[in-house]
């Protein structure tokens, strides 16, 4: 009779990591740097500083897979559209052409802000580019269809932070990440992130008197966000314990770990959720509470996916 062993998982590990990091927070910045541009009120720094810092986590995200691709020449296969008509499993692919063309329309939407901002215009090669025919076209298109584009860019900076929970979830033989709510977890821990990041930017980086209503609805946002992700994390850890004996041992691996509960549940999640009550509730007086509630959410946020790596657990036959 055959006996059963647990091995964890070694070939996802950091690496993969800070993939799912970088790519659901700079998809997730970008769609709220847009949707508030659109519905809240103009916001040219937001948008320029949202789209470069963005599309630069995206790029960073799409460099660490590739560095770690077997044959780099394959990837030419993800690139091109018509391989999800082929293989619409694929989720690599799917995500690949999520963020390709979020970055597209990241691009697109910045670039009237760009051709506003005197910074952008008088740097040598940019400034070029700013102000040739086919980008001043570019503009023109954009001005006219402002919240089309935004629009596109957001469906695929949803379709990407989704997409990093699907990845996972696409693992049946490791029960921790075949799960349902990982999906859903990703998702939110992705827009949280991405809150925590804008607020710090407009705290820190980008501050103006004007902006007040806007942090405050991001304070707002990533305080849901946080409970929701609390909420999720207890409802998916119940359903973990009480399924397979690999999720089992994957949980009691999680549950047992100091870093998992003391970086990721208590600093990364419960002290900012406390801190962010306060400021929403009555306010600090001063703007350091919520930059480092927001600067430990975003520690969480990778803490989240560094420890779902390594304590991805398989079972097999032996």
């Known amino acids: 009779m055959d006996t059963m062993s647990y091995t964890t998982q070694d070939?996802?590990?950091?690496?993969?990591?800070?993939?799912?990091?970088?790519?659901?927070?700079?998809?997730?910045?970008?769609?709220?740097?847009?949707?508030?541009?659109?519905?809240?009120?103009?916001?040219?720094?937001?948008?320029?500083?949202?789209?470069?810092?963005?599309?630069?986590?995206?790029?960073?995200s799409s460099a660490v897979l590739f560095g770690h691709l077997l044959h780099h020449v394959a990837v030419i296969n993800v690139l091109n559209p018509l391989v999800l008509f082929r293989q619409p499993h694929a989720w690599i692919a799917w995500g690949t052409q999520f963020i390709l063309w979020m970055m597209v329309w990241g691009i697109v939407y910045a670039l009237p802000y760009m051709r506003e901002t005197p910074?952008?215009?008088?740097?040598?090669?940019?400034?070029?580019?700013?102000?040739?025919?086919?980008?001043?076209?570019?503009?023109?298109?954009?001005?006219?269809?402002?919240?089309?584009?935004?629009?596109?860019?957001?469906?695929?900076?949803?379709?990407t932070a989704v997409y990093t929970g699907l990845l996972i979830q696409s693992?049946?033989?490791?029960?921790?990440?075949?799960?349902?709510?990982?999906?859903?977890?990703?998702?939110?821990?992705?827009?949280?992130?991405?809150?925590?990041?804008?607020v710090?930017?407009?705290?820190?980086?980008?501050?103006?008197?004007?902006?007040?209503?806007i942090?405050?609805?991001?304070?707002?946002?990533?305080?849901?966000?946080?409970?929701?992700?609390?909420?999720?994390?207890?409802?998916?850890?119940?359903?973990?314990?009480?399924?397979s004996e690999s999720g089992y041992r994957s949980a009691q691996l999680l549950w047992h770990d100091k870093g998992w509960l003391f970086g990721f549940i208590g600093l990364g999640l419960v002290v900012p959720f406390f801190i962010d009550l306060k400021s929403v509730i009555r306010g600090w007086g001063t703007r350091l509470p919520t930059v480092s509630a927001a600067v430990l959410v975003l520690m969480g946020g990778y803490l989240l996916r560094h420890y779902f790596m390594y304590s991805g657990v398989y079972a097999r036959p032996w």
């Open 200 to 213: 710090v930017l407009m705290n820190v980086f980008i501050p103006d008197p004007n902006d007040t209503d």
């Open 119 to 159: 910074s952008c215009v008088k740097l040598p090669v940019v400034g070029r580019l700013l102000e040739g025919p086919f980008v001043s076209w570019i503009v023109r298109c954009c001005q006219k269809r402002r919240r089309a584009i935004g629009w596109l860019a957001t469906i695929n900076g949803i379709g």
């Open 11 to 60: 070939l996802w590990t950091w690496w993969i990591a800070l993939y799912l990091f970088f790519g659901g927070l700079g998809a997730a910045t970008l769609s709220i740097s847009f949707l508030s541009d659109m519905y809240c009120r103009p916001h040219r720094n937001l948008v320029l500083w949202g789209a470069l810092s963005g599309v630069v986590m995206l790029g960073i």
């Open 171 to 198: 693992f049946p033989a490791v029960a921790l990440w075949h799960n349902p709510g990982v999906p859903l977890l990703f998702t939110v821990s992705a827009f949280s992130t991405a809150f925590a990041y804008l």
């Open 215 to 243: 942090r405050h609805r991001f304070e707002r946002f990533g305080l849901i966000l946080i409970a929701t992700e609390l909420v999720i994390l207890f409802s998916f850890f119940n359903y973990t314990l009480s399924g």
